[in-house]
């Protein structure tokens, strides 16, 4: 990492937001003065905003709409999300497993500076917020979402950058250069063991810190924290931290009726989001937006042309009174079929492809705003219940289980599965619900599971014939940006 100045929330206040390069490489070091910005805690507090608008904002290209784009990349690199057609190319390139071990790539590049700004300006706020003036209770809100900003960028990095956690094992392999400093400075690439170490270290420290009390979900609380601890715990096998943490993160953020499930997936104000991007009306983003390329209706190119399909073999194990069940329309593409709301939201310029989803709706089809969800209160069942089972806690899982299928599946009867039998029920279940929200390639890298795409509806022209990789190959890791390994003589490349 070449030596930036990370004051990617200096601008964020202060100014508009152009491209990511305007404000992380050319920023000049008087353009805004930290001890200002630091004075006090309400100044910091427009400082930690930046970050949270980070998250959801345009950075190099359209394909690049923060977070969400990482969470697109992720679906399409998986099994369970279908892309139709071409459509105009976007994320063609991540679902044919080319662009992700591509060293040129600029969406690699985009994924490793946008967590490092993260860091970066998680970093800045740390080394300042205990000088700033105001209340002691606002200084440990703040930097207590700073350190839960910085655990969970670091653990999006190592998981993405290098070799899968191994529980029980020694993880000396490379994982990616852990950074404390407000100024990044290139350095060498930690141990997977030593980077996971710190993301413990600083979860910890954020949950000691935070309250339930917050200005808005886009803001990380102590529910946030514990829902970053479960799923770090899940990643390195800790069963029964994880279960805890879990259970902890969704106190207070009851499961949303069959209704809402219908609602579009696209308001933070749902009562069992626990942590979303809130995208104001007038912040229209356009085509950088999760919402461009995943909902059923924004009028884009890709959208019209390339809708997004569940996998046909996971959408037939769905049960017929499952209510999730009508979120995706196998019979899309015969009109006298397909579900009437794909005719009320979409124009007949749409192309219409079977098990195309209506799980995400955009505010319209001039309009790709939409609230984009990181940490629903479903997804914390769902980790306390495998990780139950996975501690061999067969009954308590299946009750944890029952919770949340039955609030789904009106007839769901509790599981008698046990072991290995219960475990992929969960799993299943898992792959059902959080469909499109970025989950399934670490999934699939957590459990050292081979992609593959064989015997569904993936369309070979459309991912070049690319329906299997096996498990533990070095393509389940992401190059490092040709840019990091030009400016840091210190970075070592991943093996291809």
Not at 43 to 51: K, P, Q, S
Not at 145 to 150: E, G, H, K, N, W
Request: aromatic letters at 10%.
């Amino acid at each position: 990492m070449k030596k930036i100045l990370s004051k990617i929330f200096l601008l964020a206040a202060f100014l508009n937001f152009g491209c990511a390069e305007d404000y992380l490489d050319t920023l000049p070091t008087d353009a805004v003065s930290e001890a200002l910005v630091f004075t006090n805690t309400q100044n910091a507090r427009t400082a930690l905003n930046g970050i949270h608008r980070a998250m959801y904002l345009r950075w190099d290209s359209q394909g690049q709409p923060g977070e969400g784009g990482v969470m697109m990349a992720s679906d399409v690199l998986g099994d369970d999300m279908v892309m139709t057609t071409q459509g105009n190319g976007w994320f063609i390139s991540y679902s044919r497993w080319l662009n992700h071990v591509n060293e040129n790539s600029g969406d690699v590049r985009f994924v490793w500076r946008f967590y490092y700004a993260i860091i970066g300006n998680a970093n800045m706020i740390i080394a300042n917020i205990d000088d700033a003036e105001g209340p002691q209770t606002d200084k440990n809100e703040i930097k207590g979402q700073a350190l839960a900003y910085r655990a969970w960028a670091h653990w999006q990095l190592v998981q993405l950058f290098a070799k899968r956690f191994e529980a029980g094992g020694a993880n000396t392999q490379l994982g990616v250069p852990i950074v404390l400093e407000p100024i990044i400075v290139g350095g060498a690439r930690n141990t997977v063991a030593e980077v996971y170490t710190q993301i413990n270290t600083d979860i910890d420290a954020a949950i000691a810190l935070l309250g339930t009390n917050r200005v808005a979900k886009s803001h990380l609380n102590i529910n946030v924290a514990y829902g970053i601890k479960s799923r770090v715990a899940m990643t390195q096998g800790n069963y029964t931290v994880a279960a805890q943490q879990a259970k902890l993160a969704r106190d207070g953020y009851p499961l949303m009726s069959q209704a809402q499930l219908f609602e579009g997936f696209n308001n933070v104000g749902n009562p069992e989001w626990i942590w979303g991007s809130k995208q104001q009306d007038d912040q229209q983003t356009f085509f950088a937006s999760f919402f461009a390329y995943l909902s059923v209706n924004f009028n884009s190119t890709n959208i019209r042309g390339n809708p997004k399909a569940i996998n046909s073999l996971l959408y037939n194990q769905i049960s017929d009174s499952d209510a999730r069940k009508g979120l995706w329309d196998p019979n899309a593409s015969k009109p006298a079929l397909r579900d009437p709301f794909i005719d009320e939201v979409t124009a007949s310029n749409f192309s219409k492809r079977d098990y195309m989803n209506r799980k995400f709706i955009a505010q319209g089809g001039a309009s790709s705003v939409g609230d984009v969800p990181y940490m629903r209160a479903a997804e914390m069942y769902l980790i306390e219940a495998e990780a139950l089972a996975r501690a061999g806690q067969n009954g308590p899982a299946q009750d944890v289980l029952f919770d949340l299928a039955s609030a789904r599946d009106s007839e769901y009867t509790k599981s008698t599965n046990v072991d290995e039998a219960l475990i992929n029920e969960i799993m299943i279940q898992r792959r059902i619900e959080l469909w499109g929200e970025g989950f399934r390639f670490y999934d699939l890298k957590r459990l050292n599971l081979p992609l593959d795409r064989t015997g569904a509806n993936h369309v070979s022209t459309v991912i070049n014939g690319k329906f299997e990789e096996p498990a533990n190959t070095n393509n389940w890791q992401f190059k490092i940006p040709i840019s990091e390994l030009n400016a840091n003589e210190k970075m070592v490349q991943n093996p291809d």
